[in-house]
């Protein structure tokens, strides 16, 4: 769940600029389970099954990409499930799917990986191999897990760094925070395309993400501070910004929806990840939830807790022979 600075992982922007995203891991997980295949072959079971001999035959492009970057070459079979859609709601869920992916593959070679080799790893695998138009921060927000501030270096580094806070506010942060499922799933990558190209091309949009990643340093202050007075503010203003990035990031039905939710005695908020549909997250008041969950009754209020650890292994079972 970003906060602020979304948009600013992008590597035109953050080779030139540097970027900046506040954002926390929630508890929604992404299942990968990988076993032995007895007959040498391949199985995949996600959305859809495959059954193939090859890596070559392998239509989940992901898959495909962390096999070749693993040097896996057969008698596996792989299956996922999710709490979540898996595609378009703006949860991250196929950076999560890649991160878990790679922790499982590596367990499954006898392998420990780092949490910051996850990140780099399936960067790789999603935005080198599959030439995916995405940003980093899904990524390394699924392998590290729990509340940071993750910055993006012009020599393509990445940091991670936890917000340091007083347990009881980051408590009260999360209890503060609503999220309503739209119902609309879209292509993330069209609109991240869209954003990349005119933010490089257009002064103004380049200032507003500029501007973005400065409230992203702002509202750690404000957070390592225990202030969160000003936070419904900070991400009502990131959000306005960020839908001057694209045309495609909102639509006149989630403006409405926002509104509403502002009307109803919400003090911010934002649509997660690119826009234009997924999770509608709002920061209200506690006393105010009632009043915004019935003003929002058209959508699907979602429970959720932060999630201080990032990707693991829950269960790992080596075997060398059936």
């Excluded at 995203?21 to 997980?29: C, E, F, G, M, R």
């Excluded at 859809?48 to 096999?67: D, P, W, Y």
């Excluded at 503010?233 to 960020?242: A, F, P, Q, R, T």
Aim: hydrophobic share 40%; with cysteine; aromatic share 8%.
């Amino acid at each position: 769940m970003s906060f602020v600075g979304g948009g600013s992982d992008m590597p035109d922007f953050y080779r030139r600029h540097g970027g900046a995203v506040l954002s926390t891991a929630i508890d929604k997980y992404v299942y990968v389970n990988i076993n032995r295949k007895f007959d040498g072959g391949i199985r995949l079971a996600y959305s859809k099954t495959e059954e193939v001999e090859s890596v070559e035959q392998i239509e989940h492009r992901l898959v495909r990409a962390a096999f070749d970057l693993m040097k896996i070459d057969g008698g596996v079979e792989i299956t996922t499930i999710a709490d979540i859609p898996s595609r378009g709601t703006g949860l991250g869920s196929s950076s999560t799917f890649t991160v878990g992916l790679l922790n499982a593959l590596s367990a499954y070679l006898g392998r420990h990986i780092s949490a910051e080799d996850l990140g780099r790893m399936s960067c790789e695998i999603e935005i080198g191999r599959c030439g995916e138009p995405i940003g980093k921060q899904d990524q390394y927000a699924a392998a590290y897990g729990g509340l940071n501030l993750i910055e993006f270096k012009a020599d393509d580094s990445v940091v991670v760094s936890p917000i340091i806070m007083q347990p009881s506010v980051r408590d009260s942060l999360e209890r503060r925070i609503l999220i309503f499922y739209t119902g609309i799933t879209r292509s993330a990558s069209h609109i991240l395309k869209q954003q990349s190209e005119a933010v490089t091309s257009d002064r103004a949009k380049r200032g507003a993400l500029v501007r973005m990643v400065e409230l992203a340093y702002v509202l750690r202050e404000e957070l390592q501070n225990g202030n969160l007075d000003s936070f419904g503010e900070i991400l009502d203003d990131n959000w306005s910004l960020k839908k001057t990035l694209a045309s495609g990031i909102s639509t006149d039905e989630i403006d409405h929806w926002y509104a509403l939710g502002k009307k109803a005695g919400a003090l911010g908020g934002k649509l997660l990840g690119a826009g234009s549909g997924g999770f509608l997250m709002l920061y209200a008041p506690e006393e105010r939830h009632a009043a915004v969950a019935e003003a929002l009754g058209m959508l699907r209020l979602i429970k959720f807790r932060f999630d201080t650890m990032g990707s693991r292994i829950i269960f790992y079972n080596p075997t060398t022979t059936f």
